[in-house]
């Protein structure tokens, strides 16, 4: 394969491309998915969901279905919402038994519930709290700790800011960090701005990766090679295309096929991504199936899950509808193996959010 070396390889990651955390969709089986359409070679992070810490230090592995891991799960992130020592040491405890690669600070959440903590977004107004909880973090984890911030607290980017937020965190022993270039108030929409975490990386002495509407694989490719960051963080697209990271690897020369999928390349056309969708859907059905039962649970992960990803789909919203009407998760995996067969689907490489 190319060599596509970053900073990241600082941490032994040689493969710049990660998959994000998003709660909902982060878990087990969403994980295995993506894996199952990642060649073996390829060492990619992936990202949970984010995990309370108030809550943490008292689930129960077996129990707690957003801390489920597959058998063989390697280069898994657990994000956390923390802010103090007391529930931040005993979550890591807790988060070690999942043997993690490395352990995520989330600094981005603008739910009401999480600033009602005090931490997520928060942290960003104020950069010797976010680096105490860095200073903290660090002191209590064996593994690397990272910080997925945004772009900015209000309706605009502050470079400036940034730059200093940044810097203390990196002051504070932050391995590295990711930015989702968009403000808080523009939520998840529109387009994100990659030229300010090109700004920062040049700042930075740890690695800086960019996470923001990436779509297709050029785009990824596009942040490290051209805008030179430290890596590309894939959130809504790789629930429409998982076969993403897989698409990179080959676009980078590597020849391997996936773990779990028969075809010697990645589907590349509008056409064969439309048809391969089907396919992950119906594994991921599967997936839900192994790992949460056929229950009322995974019927809600499934819909949330075609909810997120449908979009790209051409006519998307008519599956989205069938499947979103349906009381019983059986009902569901019978109506996506006859939506498949009856309505061919071409995937579009970007939509707007
Ligand atoms: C359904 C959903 C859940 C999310 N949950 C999290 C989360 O748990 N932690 C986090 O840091 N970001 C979370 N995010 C934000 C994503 O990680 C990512 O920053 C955002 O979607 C922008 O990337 P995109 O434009 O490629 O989707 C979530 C986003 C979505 C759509």
């Known amino acids: 394969m190319n ?7 600082q941490l032994r990651i040689d493969f710049p491309f990660l998959v994000a955390p998003m709660v909902g969709l982060s878990h087990v089986a969403f994980r295995e998915l993506i894996r199952v359409y990642t060649p073996p070679s390829i060492d990619a992070l992936i990202f949970t969901e984010m995990l309370s810490s ?3 230090p008292s689930e129960r592995l077996e129990r707690a279905e957003n801390l489920f891991v597959a058998e063989n ?18 979550s890591i405890e807790k988060l070690l038994e ?12 603008p739910k009401n519930k999480t600033l009602s903590h005090n931490w997520g977004v928060l942290l960003l107004g104020d950069k010797n709290y976010a680096a105490e909880v860095v200073r903290v973090t660090k002191k209590n984890s064996p593994v690397p700790v990272s910080v997925k911030l945004r772009a900015g607290m209000g309706d605009k980017i502050d470079l400036n800011y940034l730059d200093e937020f940044t810097a203390a965190l990196e002051e504070a022993g932050v391995d590295w960090m990711t930015i989702h270039c968009r403000p808080r108030k ?36 596009d942040l490290v090679q051209k805008f030179r960051v430290d890596g590309a963080m894939i959130a809504r697209a790789a629930t429409a295309r998982p076969w993403i990271l897989w698409q990179i690897a080959y676009a980078l020369g590597c020849q391997d096929p996936a773990r779990g999928r028969a075809l010697p390349r990645p589907p ?48 998307g919203h008519d599956f989205w ?3 979103h009407a349906c009381r019983e998760f059986s009902e569901a995996i019978d109506r996506i193996h006859a939506y498949a067969e009856a309505n061919p689907q071409i995937l579009q490489a970007r939509v707007s959010h």
């Open 186 to 221: 523009q939520k998840h929409h529109g387009k994100a701005d990659w030229e300010t975490v090109q700004e920062l990386s040049k700042k930075r002495k740890v690695p800086v990766v960019a996470n923001g509407d990436i779509q297709t694989a050029n785009d990824a490719i």
């Open 98 to 109: 999942l043997r993690p690669w490395g352990i995520d600070i989330n600094m981005g959440c």
């Open 73 to 90: 799960e390697s280069y898994l992130v657990p994000q956390l919402l923390g802010n103090e020592e007391r529930f931040i040491a005993p």
């Open 54 to 56: 108030r809550r943490l």
């Open 3 to 9: 060599s596509m070396s970053t900073r990241l390889k």
């Open 268 to 315: 590349l056309s509008p056409e064969e991504e439309g048809e391969e969708y089907f396919c992950a859907v119906k594994r991921f059905g599967f997936l839900l199936e192994r790992y949460f039962g056929p229950s009322e649970n995974s019927l809600q992960r499934l819909k949330f899950y075609i909810g997120v990803s449908s979009p790209w789909l051409m006519f």
């Open 321 to 323: 509808k069938k499947i």
